[in-house]
């Protein structure tokens, strides 16, 4: 589902902007790379769809540019992501910098898009990951995520997008 990864590209790019290094997790065969700075690794860990209106039609729109109307269509997703706040082992940083950078991200939830409402932030314990020679921490941030798709008489195939604005 290219929604999902859309999402969890814009939340690295949000705690990116809010002063956190972050990235997708990608470890297909279970190997773990070594940083030699703090850094948050996010990856999906739960979701679940909610339509939206009838069969997620929300209704149409004008477009006066075009002198046409535009079916819309959204939906909202429900899902879990799993962030793994990475601190190598050293005198620098260490088990104090999980806490550090978890604080960080908290404070990073701001530069979010605002089509993406944070429903929860937690943490579990800081351990030392042997295999990967750093101090870990897994966190998790349930948020729901609002998009649209619109679609002119032309179009068959609909690419939902993150909604610009989050409606209440």
């Known amino acids: ?10 939340v690295c790019r ?27 690794t996010v990856g999906l860990k739960s979701g679940n769809a909610v ?27 429900d899902i879990a992501l799993g962030l793994t706040l990475w601190s190598p082992k050293s005198e620098s940083f260490g088990h104090e910098k999980c806490l550090m950078l978890f604080s960080q991200v908290a ?8 089509s993406l409402k944070v429903r929860e932030l937690s943490c579990g314990e800081t351990e030392y ?3 990967a020679e750093m101090f870990r921490c897994d966190a998790e941030l349930k948020l729901s995520a609002f998009l649209v798709a619109e679609s002119s008489d032309e179009s068959q195939f609909l690419d939902f997008k993150l909604k610009g604005v989050l409606i209440n």
Do not use: W
Not at 58 to 69: C, H, K, P, S, V
């Open 129 to 131: 990951d042997t295999a």
């Open 51 to 77: 339509s939206c209106g009838f069969a997620e039609y929300l209704g149409m729109r004008y477009d006066a540019e075009n002198d046409t109307y535009n079916e819309l269509y959204g939906k909202k997703l």
């Open 1 to 10: 589902m290219a929604e999902l990864e859309t999402i969890i590209s814009a």
């Open 14 to 40: 949000g705690l990116s902007e809010g002063g956190v290094s972050a990235v997708i997790s990608q470890n297909p065969f279970g190997g773990k790379k070594r940083h030699t700075s703090p850094i948050v």
């Open 107 to 114: 404070d990073a939830l701001h530069s979010l898009p605002e």
